[in-house]
DNA sequence: ACCAATTTTGAAAACGATTTCAATGATTCA
DNA sequence: TGAATCATTGAAATCGTTTTCAAAATTGGT
């Protein structure tokens, strides 16, 4: 392997001086400079970075936590992250959880290691306050999902908001039984979705039914049981707000093998506008979440807390969502309203 | 920050037997070892990786090469690969080439700086001369994309079968004009479809027709635009090969749109068993591929090429694909043959 | 031509681990 | 009991950088 000394030697320098035409630094010499160019090409030098991260104190890596990558909304964010992430200089790691606690405690000490210089957490399996001790050794911050008692920089959108204009538009429909899908409990952007929808609902003076709601709904399977549950009901919901457009397509899937009309007979909303919002038949209406904008939001603010020498920050930010109408929460049975 | 030092001050013993104990030497008296537990326990002290890939001169870290994340069949990939890696005890380093030579060459150079200790290749932009190179800074692997020339190990899946039973299975419901999609000219993986196509094709004495053939189709747009030209054609196809489910799903979509019916006057068949084509209307008939197997076959040769000190190694690994018959393909206008 | 200020350079000390080498202490065996 | 073996420990070197410190070389102003 070919070291700085290799590079020192053949261009009679110290290796001082070398290092510090590496880096760029002022006051060194053009000739200098040159020599050592010119060794460094000849012997293909390349400098060590574990050496470097060992002196620097910095890795130039981070890494992000989400719970799968199959699930195209963390896919989608994984990749706008790499991009962002390679454009300031840094590699990222990724890190599924596959929904384990352990899992995830596992990857947060790749912290506690320096293996990375800080983490972007897009999945939050355990409490935060069995996180936060990591905080101590080096920065996290939140992107997507949430807890506000964190007090580290949180990168979300405006959850309560989607599950508003969601159910509003169902609501404009004429519906006003409108069952409800979400993946996950103690998840705080499936809270904030409920939160929106159930004020959507207060506003027209409508009650939630709790047999209308389903909690655990992530996977087109999961969309198909749902349908399944809400066909053989017998006072049926005439909509379904779901929590993503896989489970909106699952449920689309379950309804076209029973034979039932959609929108006519159940009207369905999905969340993301993934592509498959936009190929299933009908098209799904859903809203769309500015998922790029929010990856390099994310990682940009990751790499400042970095540089900032994890000076402590408790930054907010919200990013809107949009309500994308297409056919599957359109010309149902009902009248629209107002 | 906690070092070795401290603990081995605390522990009243020097660090020599402090990193003995860290890495489970034998020949270390029960009471100092105790006292070295005892002592890392109430520092909370963690061994600082960059101290330690520098001296061990491995990172425990691999890079998997991918297109992009968002398209599904790598997005599997990955997630597999990153399970296959931690359970190995590696971090999986993500690096997307969005199709471009440069940036995958760019990320190549994680070898030459010691960054990661192996590579999966599991795309392949550059030629394989101009990648050749990189071996002498550590393992390359390549897993799906191939190149045979290169004196590596492959994982790879049989492609060339893959393209004759999915044609074989359309030659067998009579269709006799067969359009040909796929993406990358310079794939191999595509190249070696195509000719597991052209083989289905000779056994049944017909020809390709040329005009028939699309090959930059990848994504769902892609194949709704493919759908339109051979709906414009004079002499159109009565099948479709492609290359993915998602081009696939396009042609569906395409066609739903133009009021043509799928199978009964075009059918279809995918490529990869995604979700997708399980749920589109008709469900779409597929060769399935063993993703998982495939993604942790690749890990282990890599971990084995890595511990083997480089010591070059160019077995071959094909695993098998299998058709999936669904209902895109069948009852359609023309009567099975045989 | 001389002094002060400024560039330009190299030697040596980090960074935090692992490993070699030699020394000590304990044990075995005759 | 003495010699030989083996288990146990620590000091110091090492991995490949960056950075501090001080010395040497250059510049500029008079």
New binding site residues.
Partial sequence: ?V???DVAELA?????????V??HY????Q??KERVYQAMETLG????S???S????KTKMIAVIVPRLMNPFFGQLVESMEVAANQQGYQLLICQTMYSQDTELGHLNLLKTKQVDGIILASLENEWNNIAEYLSYGPLIMCNEFDESAEIPIIKLDQIHGGYIATKHLIRQGHTRIAYCSGGHKSMVANHRKIGFEKALAEHGLRFDESLGFFDAYTIENGIEVFKEIHKMDNPPTAVFTGSDEVAAGILTGAREYGVDIPGELSVIGFDNQVISRIMDPKISTVEQPIEQMAQKAVHVLVEQINSNNKPAKERYELPLELIIRESTVGGPLRAVE
């Fill in positions: 392997m070291t700085i000394d009679g320098l110290s290796k001082s001086t070398v290092s510090r590496i880096n002022p006051h060194v010499s000739e200098k030098y390349v400098p060590n574990s050496a470097r060992l002196r620097n104190k």
